[in-house]
């Protein structure tokens, strides 16, 4: 009898060590250019680093970006353009999530306000879904159900012009929307007309406007991509996929203006090679930033100064692949994981909190085509 309650003690005991353990689900978008066919998801453990093998829970049409709802229920991507199977992404897909599993259930579909979406976010008041239409060339703003299906589009917004570069700036070409931390205001950058609009974001219909100063003039043929905002919400962080830099801005919340106080290369002196930029984001403290140079195939990292909100490299670590394109803090901040999607693999490092330096930890684990990646805590 005591062997008997032994054991089941000890079965129990392994659960739930198992089940602690695996405290962290990592989501991983995966291109059907590539060998991808979906989203996969695989298990991560933020006391020892150890990423598990990515498994396949749902199949769909090349969820290039996409992002999980603050409730930890609902995951939303975008279905981008694939020529190479002859798809043509014009929508947003919403799925919920199964816990501790991870499975998706398919909710439905929206039209994204435009062709090939490239980049979704959620607002603060979690009732909206914004929308970039990179071929589309142009921005929109979906309404969300309160059973975290999509509603239908409440706002859209098409560029107009062109920029220099004879190949990639020919039309417009929106990468990215956000909303200010004020949730009052949304910005757009958009790569084919070198500029960063501004919106104010109307959070009552979920609507946008052109801001009193619509938009700000990056350099002629930077091409800018995703920006992020610095903890304190007083300065926003600009990285040019084309020009391979970094723009500082003071933000001012009220007016919605943007002031520039410095642009720095992601790249180390004397690199001479082909590089273009893909993804940023500060880390939870507030101290340091990270930008991936796809072509050097490195993350840069680069030190925050409280009081100025002024940038300065500190160092470029290799990300063990070719083009990074996407990365993602853990929720303990202790890790990061990046992406590289040319040589199908991700890779886990971990942060020094006080340096902000990354130090490799494990070998790359194999993700087909990985093009976006998110982290859901269990806990």
Known sequence: MRRIALSVFLMLSSAASFSSAQDQLVYFGTHSAGAGLGISVAHFNSQTG?????ELVCEAESPAYFIIHPDGKHLYTCNSNDFSKGFTGRTISAYAIEKPTGKLTFLNRQSSGGDDPSFVYGDATRKYLLTANYVGGGVGVLQLNSDGSLGPVSARITHTGKSIDTIRQTKPYAHSIKTDPTNKFALAADLGLDKLFIYRFHEEDGTLTPNTIPFVQCPAGSGPRHFTFSRDGRYLYLLTEMGSTLLTFAWDPEHGNLTHQQTISTLPSGFTGVNTCAEIDVHPNGKFLYATNRGHDSIVLCAVDSLTGLL???EHYSTQGHKPRNFAFDPTGQWIIVTNHASDNAVVF????ISG?????????????????????LN
């Open 50 to 54: 150890v990423l598990t093998y990515p």
């Open 312 to 314: 300065s490299v500190v």
């Open 350 to 353: 971990h942060v020094d909190g």
């Open 357 to 377: 330096r990354l130090m490799q930890h494990g070998a790359p684990v194999h993700v087909p085509s990985p093009f976006c990646v998110r982290f859901l805590s």
